[in-house]
């Protein structure tokens, strides 16, 4: 291209970019929101069973400030954290026989928000039944606390799983607040979607966690694979195939799973076998989320041993420098910003499976916008497990379920 003096002008300079924007149906979680109002359709995990105790525990999840606790009588709580009566945060309350006592006021609450006691009140408040602290539901499971976040009449069945449920012979299951830098208990800071569209991403795992920054799993991880996505009935699946070095095929499934599950077998391939544990991916608000994780190990506070090491570190240990130099998922992710713009991407094939991730989600959106429930939840308290097919395999070259992908 010239201008009028003939000279050539430079082309595509950053001057010629329009205002960005993101998708915000699909990546803000305040309550109102689409994707809000979706996922509090759902149960999340907020917390490990040892978070509830007799100290308060801040929460944050889908842009709510919350406080986890176990009453005396054992019984777990999750409460909002502003006091319905004057507003401090319980978060410096006392947990007590019968629920969590105001420092302010004293005022005491239980599990499901009910005003026991008013200490400053005549009689120890003749009106406490007129107000309630909010509240919601909580359920314990897999080593970890669940939370029913969503409107009331529509709380489905706390679900269970087939790949917890069933153990091999020496297997228990374990929890941990784990994180994709691999430290544990990390909160990353950008949107949840950077990480759960990532799930289908099969072709970043050669190249960032192989060739770019060096065996971050293991060698045959490394392998450029054959990859076919499809739809499942609650998630997108990932086949991928990497023929080895004797010639078996190494055959891989992977599920980015409503509502936010990670299905994702062992990138260490410690075994060939169904997938070994689960991951679901908590939005704290629009910019920030963690992971909690149960799986199945042989002993107990196993999933914190089996972390991906960096430069032979964990990545809480690495330098900023080691960190420029030996990326991974959570420099990936955040290197997108706090919410990425969506509008500046420009797709290409291999990114199929996070297209198919997002049409995914905006079908669920659709549904609830229809009065619809969305898939995945269920009513019936006598439902069975969900089953996933996800899992690392050893099949040979003309098994039919790799048909295509050799």
Request: glycine share 12%; proline share 7%; aromatic share 8%.
């Amino acid at each position: 291209m010239t201008n009028t003096t003939g000279r050539t002008l430079d082309t595509g300079t950053a001057y010629t970019l329009k205002p960005p924007s993101h998708n915000a149906a699909l990546t803000e979680v305040r309550r109102g929101t689409p994707m809000g109002e979706l996922l509090r359709r759902y149960w999340h995990p907020v917390g490990l069973i040892s978070d509830a105790g007799t100290t308060p525990k801040a929460i944050r999840a889908l842009g709510e400030d919350l406080v986890l606790f176990r009453d005396g009588k054992g019984r777990p709580g999750l409460v909002h954290a502003r006091c319905c009566h004057r507003g401090t945060t319980l978060y410096y309350g006392r947990v007590e026989d019968a629920g969590i006592r105001c420092c302010y006021h004293g005022w005491l609450f239980d599990v499901e928000g009910r005003c026991l006691d008013q200490p400053c009140e005549p009689e120890g408040g003749k009106f406490r039944d007129r107000v309630r602290q909010p509240w919601y539901p909580v359920e314990e499971k897999y080593g970890l606390i669940f939370a029913y976040m969503g409107p009331p009449e529509k709380k489905p069945v706390l679900p269970s799983y087939e790949c917890l449920d069933v153990l091999d012979e020496g297997e228990i299951v374990d929890a941990d607040d784990s994180s994709i830098g691999g430290g544990g208990g990390e909160i990353i800071p950008c949107n949840w979607m950077q990480h759960y569209e990532n799930l289908a991403d099969a072709f970043h795992v050669p190249i960032l966690h192989g060739s770019f920054s060096g065996t971050q799993f293991v060698a045959q991880m490394g392998i450029m694979p054959k990859v076919r996505w499809e739809f499942g009935a609650i998630g997108v699946l990932t086949h991928s195939t990497r023929k080895l070095d004797d010639g078996r095929i190494h055959y891989r499934i992977s599920e980015a799973s409503l509502p936010t599950l990670r299905v994702i077998p062992n990138p260490r391939v410690a075994q060939y076998s169904r997938v070994e544990s689960l991951g679901w991916v908590l939005p704290i608000d629009d910019t920030h989320f963690r992971i909690y994780v149960a799986g199945r190990v042989n002993e107990q506070g196993g999933l914190s041993k089996i972390r991906s090491k960096m430069n032979g570190k964990l990545w809480k240990d690495l330098t900023p420098e080691e960190h420029q130099k030996f990326p991974g998922d959570y420099e990936a992710m955040i290197g997108q910003g706090p919410i990425t713009l969506h509008s500046e991407e420009h797709l290409a094939t291999s990114d199929q499976g996070v297209v198919m991730v997002r049409r995914m989600m905006q079908k669920q959106l659709d549904a609830l916008a229809a009065g619809k429930d969305p898939a995945g939840v269920s009513f019936d308290p006598n439902a069975g497990p969900v089953v996933f097919s996800a899992g690392n395999y050893i099949v040979a070259p003309d098994d039919p379920r790799v048909k295509g992908l050799v």
